[in-house]
């Protein structure tokens, strides 16, 4: 018998008990003054006593007796000890509801997926139409699950596939594991990101074992991004792989570039083969940006084999869909350095992207050639004068601040420009913060440099407004191959036709992601954006998508040779910059500077 998960619909509505009564035997013993409802009320002083379990004491008579000893308690103090103890039992029940409570929510957020949906097991006899975990029975015997993925459906899968395949198999293996500690007592958990599922089947071995139909023959490189390997015709597939699927819901270039590069690294770390697929990348083809990724020296293995869950498969797939699964809290956990503080954990995360960065960040030919040159005219004489070059990187659009008073607008202009002063201050006038242990060892005073040297700005942004402001005039653009331009800039130059109608628009405020979507195609409100279907982009509007896709990356390229940085850590560009100038030089000099809080450099988000 084959189980799979399926979504668990649950139904709740309101029943009448009928155990549950109200007598009223009690009451219509009482007079009816007795059972109105100011008798009723704690509050009325004079009736109190009518609530009382017992009936009121008579009243004494006086003794005649002289008492001696000790004083009887008083009924005041009594009647305090009472209170007390209520007091003392409410308040010790109230604690115990809310403590039940909070045990029923965490209990049931342990057995929800992270999408709050739950799962019931279908037992079939035939495997499902579409692709999905199933508990299977191997040659043991023993109940595994592993991951199905019928012939019929092409590769990549869509997101939301991946991200169910995923859902359901934390679903199948935490019932597995359930099962096993019910029956023997002991049950082995995954404790980190490297611990292997014990009840998971490979798609590669329930295939030999004839459990899983076998797949078919790869078939070449249909789909993936061609590496431009001539090997011979009868090479073999991959022992083990990792494929990155560019797919993205994202219009920003920012996260795909990120994670593409941290996949690489994580790939070579884990000895795998790595693969690109651009089948649906919203920016057209890998190579429309980027020369081939290194060769991997084998065929990609059969597509039903390339599953997003677990991560100790032999292939699997990484996307945006499955960040969370792939770099979530069990990546950091293995990845970050425990015993060091604030960024200084981020080291090994820092390296995996490093080395995805040295090995695709390689331009294509022409760009490339334009990156060398301009690098060569800007930097150079920078660096032959003996001075430093601070590039600024301004992100603005729909990317907004971490710090919270400017988190619904941007951070000023004039901190990126007095964070750049300050570096040019403590570089060469030794009145930066780092002067007193400067000028220690100093028998004379300093001589202070002229403020008019030949370090320079250069910027870099989303915004074509920010270049023309007065905070930024005295910098120089970091590329000027292809232009972001603004609404009146392309007036001027195309002429404005029809003074009614708006036809030029232009990236005024900066990048955000609907105008991106709407590039090329005719949108007049919000139901036409609701309506574009991005699996048929024309073909004009993927030309202006390449175009704003190779904007971004030439002034990355550019920027990224500078000296130092100062930028936002909330943008992605700004991390990525980082990345380019490496750990030594970003981290440990402190050559990388952010003005967007006190924020210490991240990894990739998810």
Avoid at 197 to 220: F, H, I, N
Avoid at 314 to 340: C, L
Avoid at 504 to 533: C, H, K, Q, T
Wanted: net charge neutral; charged share 25%; glycine share 6%.
């Amino acid at each position: 018998m084959i189980i799979n998960a399926t979504k668990k619909v649950k139904n709740m509505h309101a029943r009448r008990n009928p155990n549950l009564s109200v007598s009223s035997t009690a009451y219509s013993q009482l007079s009816p003054s007795v059972t109105s409802a100011s008798i009723l009320s704690p509050t009325a002083a004079s009736r109190r006593g009518l609530l009382s379990p017992s009936p009121p004491p008579s009243p004494s008579l006086p003794s005649l007796i002289p008492r001696h000893g000790k004083k009887q308690p008083s009924s005041n103090h009594s009647r305090l000890i009472k209170r007390l103890l209520i007091a003392f039992c409410g308040v010790t029940i109230l604690v115990w509801l809310v403590i039940r409570q909070i045990y029923s929510f965490q209990t049931q957020n342990t057995n929800a997926d992270d999408d709050g949906d739950e799962y019931e097991m279908v037992g079939d006899s035939l495997l499902p139409q579409e692709p999905s975990a199933v508990i299977i029975s191997d040659s043991n015997g023993s109940s595994k699950w592993t991951v199905s993925i019928p012939a019929s459906y092409d590769f990549p899968l869509r997101p939301a596939q991946y991200k169910e395949i995923c859902s359901q198999s934390m679903e199948l293996s935490k019932q597995l594991r359930q099962e096993a500690q019910a029956s023997n007592g002991f049950a082995k958990r995954m404790l980190n990101y490297y611990q292997k599922d014990q009840y998971y089947l490979d798609v590669q071995e329930a295939e030999e074992q004839g459990l899983l139909p076998p797949s078919k023959s790869s078939g070449g490189r249909k789909g993936l991004v061609d590496d431009g390997s001539t090997g011979p015709s009868g090479m073999k597939a991959c022992d083990r792989s990792l494929t990155y699927v560019l797919e993205s819901s994202e219009a920003g270039f920012g996260n795909t570039l990120l994670r593409m590069w941290m996949s690489y690294g994580l790939a070579m770390k884990e000895n795998r083969s790595f693969f690109l697929d651009d089948t649906r990348w919203p920016y057209g083809k890998y190579s429309t940006y980027f020369a081939p990724p290194p060769s991997a020296g084998c065929l990609p293995p059969p597509q039903s084999q390339m599953v997003p869950c677990p991560h100790n498969a032999r292939h699997i797939v990484v996307s945006a869909a499955t960040t969370q699964q792939t770099f979530g809290h069990s990546f950091t956990e293995e990845y970050e350095d425990p015993t060091k503080m604030e960024v200084q954990r981020q080291r090994n995360i820092f390296a995996l992207l490093r080395t995805g960065y040295e090995a695709l960040f390689n331009l294509r030919t022409d760009d490339a050639k334009y990156v060398t040159d301009r690098i060569k005219s800007l930097y150079g004489p920078i660096t032959e004068a003996g001075g430093i070059s601070i590039g600024i990187h301004v992100r603005r659009g729909d990317k907004h601040p971490y710090e919270f008073q400017y988190s619904k607008d941007y951070i000023p202009l004039d901190r990126y420009v007095d964070t750049a002063r300050d570096i040019y201050i403590d570089r060469f006038e030794d009145e930066g913060p780092n002067a007193e242990k400067k000028n220690k060892h100093r028998s004379v005073e300093p001589k202070v440099a002229p403020r008019h040297t030949t370090s320079k700005l250069i910027l870099a942004s989303d915004d074509p407004d920010v270049y023309e402001t007065p905070e930024m005039g005295h910098t120089l653009r970091a590329q000027d191959r292809i232009i972001l331009a603004t609404k009146a800039t392309l007036e001027a130059a195309q002429g404005h036709k029809n003074p009614w109608i708006d036809e030029i628009s232009g990236w005024e405020g900066g990048f955000y992601r609907d105008v991106f979507w709407s590039l090329g195609r005719p949108v007049g409100n919000a139901n036409d954006m609701s309506n574009l279907n991005d699996d048929d982009v024309p073909e004009d509007a993927m030309r202006l998508r390449e175009l704003v896709g190779r904007a971004y990356l030439l002034d990355l390229a550019v920027l990224g040779k500078a000296d130092t940085i100062v930028c936002t850590v909330s943008s992605m560009g700004c991390r990525i910059l980082a990345v380019m100038l490496g750990w030594d030089s970003a981290i440990e000099s402190k050559n990388w500077k952010n003005v967007d809080g006190d924020f210490d450099w991240r990894g990739i988000t998810w």
